[in-house]
């Protein structure tokens, strides 16, 4: 039930990011809500099925006859941070770089916006994404010349609007 290779969720999350950067980005959705923890476990049966903690991933989930949905090995596996990166910087599309904020989103199309508090040192950044036929940026009711906002450490809240198709 358990081998090094192709059946972790490591792959799983390569794969996904490969899926987001070629246009698949329902797909790859789909699959990340699957592999999610959380979804494993919205009712008692379900998480008595799953036999893991459903605040962390699993590096896999079992096919094996009899333990189907399982899932195994919890705590150890580098997964959580691949799958952090996937919603994070490919989902949501936030880049941190140094001391800019590169902001690509790739969403779902069940998705017509997201917010989301994004904090730099003391200073936060409120993004709001939204989708519509543009595709800019406006800091704080100016215009970013491409898709990079440069980051400082003012103590102000700053607001971030994000167009995007």
Not at 9 to 27: K, N
Not at 70 to 75: C, M, N, P, S, V
Request: charged share 25%; net charge neutral.
């Amino acid at each position: 039930i358990r081998e090094n290779g192709g059946q972790y969720t490591h792959s799983v999350s390569w794969y996904l990011m490969a899926l987001i950067r070629t246009g698949y980005q329902d797909r790859a959705y789909r699959y990340y809500q699957m592999i999610n923890p959380v979804n494993r476990a919205l009712t008692k049966e379900a998480a008595d099925h799953y036999k893991t903690e459903p605040y962390v991933i699993a590096a896999d989930i079992y096919s094996a006859k009899g333990r189907e949905g399982r899932g195994g090995w919890t705590w150890y596996t580098g997964s959580a941070g691949w799958f952090y990166r996937v919603g994070v910087e490919e989902i949501l599309g936030l880049h941190k770089q140094g001391d800019s904020l590169k902001i690509t989103p790739k969403l779902p199309v069940s998705w017509d916006k997201y917010e989301v508090v994004y904090r730099y040192m003391d200073t936060d950044y409120h993004i709001k994404v939204t989708k519509d036929n543009n595709e800019d940026i406006v800091l704080d009711n100016k215009a970013v010349n491409g898709n990079t906002i440069d980051l400082v450490n003012d103590g102000i809240v700053h607001q971030v609007q994000v167009h995007t198709r």
